[in-house]
């Protein structure tokens, strides 16, 4: 099948290669030349593990093409429109990507063609713009994305479930989107077709749902820290219960990244416009508990320093999780500015995310090389879970620091070791 894609980053280029990979002719679109001249070369403009071969054999199949030009999806059968929908000023979602995306293709749409929005939305969006659609003799359906960065290729070719939001009695739009993902439905995953105002909320919802989670956890980790307890032991033990589940129980530095933090934001500030605001009042909490767990690293470097000023921080991870080299609202990237803005000399390293957050924080110190990072090092602050941190030895480590004292920002290091070692070993949620 011919199918475009409008927006052609994280979302976007990943559906077009993963749609090419299952056999479909694939053109994405995108207004940034630059973007587009570098996928067309098969140069991936982010780091996502396994994007790059899929993209590769895209263009070598001749079956994925890159253009700046809406006139060169005019023949496809399907639209998908994946533009950002970034935060704006008041929290709320800013739609002009996903206006300009459907203002783009509206003149070159064929008779019955199918619009499919993928983008994260504010509810009733799909409701302005089906009769601008319409009236253009096309079709508008929500298929909202769950993907996660880190996993991207292998979310969008086989996800936990497929959810399809039509208008009233389009079965033909549920039928086409059967017919596009007939390889990925083979995988026998769930799909759930609705109304496009369900399509619109369930993509809010389940990332309401995970910040929450992740909230949850970290609200138990600072009463854990205050009476000795281990928020660790405290997350295993509550995750055997299979209504509640282990995963996204991980107290840390707290959720970051280009989704959760502006999700919660601009669904609380649609509920709030719609005149719901009180049934979203806890996502408030929930934001405020997680941008505390920030000022919690801050202060408890202090702590552990007598004052940061003048020391020597190094800060392993910048990226908001291990696996990305998007630095969107990441913990760790705050973190490291905020010691470095309160006086301590911080070195910052990750594996992938130096020339992201170079871009959005050029002042910070960065070391491409852990050890050039970590020599001379009063403290050491894990603030990203890649898993060369994780396997760091702390007797070697030890070896090139200045002073042995440790932040766990992601509780994934053996303090036992560490401790043994002859650090002072500090974890957020481990008293
Ligand atoms: C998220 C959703 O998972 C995905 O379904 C949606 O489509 C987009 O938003 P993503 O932003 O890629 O995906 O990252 P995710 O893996 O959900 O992690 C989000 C943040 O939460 C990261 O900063 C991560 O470090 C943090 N996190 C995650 C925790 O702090 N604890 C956990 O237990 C899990």
Same mark, same amino acid.
């Given at each position: 099948m011919k199918i475009s894609v409008f927006g052609c980053g994280y979302l976007g280029a990943v559906h077009a290669a993963s749609m090419a990979s299952i056999g479909h002719d694939v053109v994405g679109v995108d207004v940034d030349a630059a973007k587009i001249a570098s996928l067309s070369e098969g140069r991936p403009p982010f780091f996502e593990p396994g994007f790059d071969e899929i993209l590769q054999a895209g263009l070598d199949s001749g079956r994925l093409t890159f253009s700046? %030009?809406? #006139? $060169?999806? #005019? %023949?496809?059968e399907v639209h998908f429109i994946a533009v950002g929908t970034p935060q704006s000023?008041? @929290? +709320? #979602? $800013?739609?002009r990507y996903v206006n300009a995306a459907v203002d783009a293709v509206l003149p070159h749409l064929a008779e019955g063609a199918l619009i499919v929005g993928k983008s994260t939305v504010p509810v009733g969006t799909a409701a302005e713009l089906a009769p601008r659609i319409d009236a253009a003799g096309g079709r508008l359906a929500w298929n909202p994305e769950f993907l996660r960065e880190g996993f991207a290729v292998q979310d969008t070719l086989t996800p936990d479930r497929l959810v399809y939001g039509v208008a009233a009695g389009d079965d033909a739009a549920a039928a086409k989107l059967d017919e596009l993902y007939a390889d990925v439905l083979s995988h026998g995953m769930p799909r759930i077709v609705t109304d496009l105002a369900t399509a619109e909320l369930v993509k809010v919802a389940a990332n309401a749902f995970l910040a929450t989670k992740i909230s949850f956890i970290n609200s138990m980790a600072e009463i854990a820290e205050g009476v000795g307890a281990d928020v660790t032991q405290l997350a295993d033990a509550i995750g055997h219960d299979a209504r509640i @589940?282990?995963?996204?129980?991980n107290a840390g530095v707290g959720f970051g990244g280009g989704c959760l933090p502006k999700d919660i934001r601009a669904f609380q500030a649609r509920a709030t416009e719609l005149g719901y605001g009180d049934s979203v009042a806890f996502l408030g909490e929930v934001d405020r508990i997680n941008l505390r767990r920030r000022d919690r690293v801050v202060d408890l470097a202090s702590e552990m320093l007598g004052g940061v000023e003048g020391r020597r921080i190094a800060v392993l991870g910048l990226a908001?999780?291990? $696996? +990305?080299d998007d630095v969107r609202d990441s913990p760790a990237l705050d973190i490291a500015s905020r010691l470095r803005e309160a006086g301590a000399l911080v070195t910052a390293t990750d594996p992938h995310a130096i020339e992201t957050a170079r871009r959005v924080r050029p002042e910070l110190d960065f070391r491409p090389d852990t050890d050039d990072a970590l020599a001379g090092a009063d403290l050491v602050i894990l603030l990203t879970e890649w898993r060369e941190y994780r396997d760091l030895d702390p007797e070697t480590v030890a070896g090139l620091v200045s002073g042995t004292r440790v932040i766990d920002g992601r509780n994934v290091l053996d303090g036992a070791a560490y401790r043994a070692a002859g650090w002072e070993y500090r974890a957020l949620g481990r008293g």
């Open positions: 700046t %030009d809406a #006139a $060169d999806a #005019a %023949d496809a000023a008041d @929290g +709320s #979602a $800013d739609l @589940g282990r995963r996204f129980l908001f999780k291990p $696996d +990305s």
